[in-house]
């Protein structure tokens, strides 16, 4: 029987974090879910803890990879559910909204389901909630990737854009909002994404590919796009100064 979803997680190095996502995944896994793990041939021993849980892990591969969304591209391909899920190897998923959201995925079938995750700066307690706000795509990524379920065939047809480092996520919900992909939005909270530095922190190079997703997307509307912008952060200055 073909499984409903299959949760992709790409490693590398991730043996302080992995052994967190890994529990959170067994809480979950069922004959609905596929669980799949591409690791860029990890040397710190992530390996050895993914061994550790051998019923879990229905598809592992290890290899040399040219970078995150290459695997991420990579896991699509292995991917025989309905549905795909990205899942880092630093977060976990939280069991009672992850459940609900397959009822969603099993009753509506919808193209893409896209539901909150919870963000820790520093502790549990420091707790920022990440909602999916699809009409304001054209201004910044306003989909948290880590509690996006996106139809299959979805996924495969538009692939991630592997000259990007950070910002390729973005460049996805955004093809697939202009292009007129219905994204249904749920306040359910299914997945806890542990920020702690990585190459996602380095804000000068998010910038770039930001403005550079927008520029090959939007066309000539990317102008306009940027006057708003501008607009909004001079209403903001002078909001300070009064």
Not at 72 to 89: D, E, I, R, S, W
Not at 107 to 112: A, F, G, K, R, V
Not at 141 to 166: V, W
Not at 184 to 193: G, K
Request: with cysteine.
């Amino acid at each position: 029987m073909q499984p409903l979803l299959s949760i992709i997680t790409v490693t590398k190095n991730c043996a302080s974090t992995i052994h967190r996502t890994l529990q959170s995944v067994e809480a979950i896994k069922s004959v609905d879910t596929e669980y799949i793990i591409v690791d860029g041939e990890s040397t710190d021993g992530t390996m050895d803890i993914i061994r550790q849980f051998p019923d879990l892990v229905d598809i592992l591969k290890s290899e040399n990879d040219d970078g995150v969304y290459n695997a991420m591209n990579k896991g699509a391909t292995f991917a025989t559910g309905q549905y795909v899920l990205f899942l880092n190897g630093d977060d976990r998923i939280v069991a009672d909204g992850f459940n609900k959201a397959l009822d969603i995925l099993r009753l509506d079938h919808p193209e893409i389901l896209s539901c909150r995750s919870n963000v820790c700066w520093i502790n549990e307690h420091d707790v920022e909630v990440l909602m999916p706000r699809p009409l304001l795509l054209p201004f910044f990524n306003a989909i948290p990737h880590l509690s996006t379920f996106i139809a299959t065939s979805i996924q495969r047809r538009f692939r991630y854009r592997e000259d990007l480092k950070i910002a390729s996520d973005y460049d996805l919900f955004l093809k697939l909002f202009i292009r007129g992909y219905h994204f249904t939005v749920s306040n359910l909270i299914t997945a806890v994404h542990y920020r702690g530095g990585g190459i996602s922190a380095n804000r000068v190079q998010s910038a770039i590919e930001i403005q550079t997703v927008k520029r090959d997307n939007l066309g000539c509307f990317y102008f306009i796009i940027k006057i708003i912008e501008w607009l909004n952060q001079r209403r903001k200055r002078m909001c300070k100064i009064q």
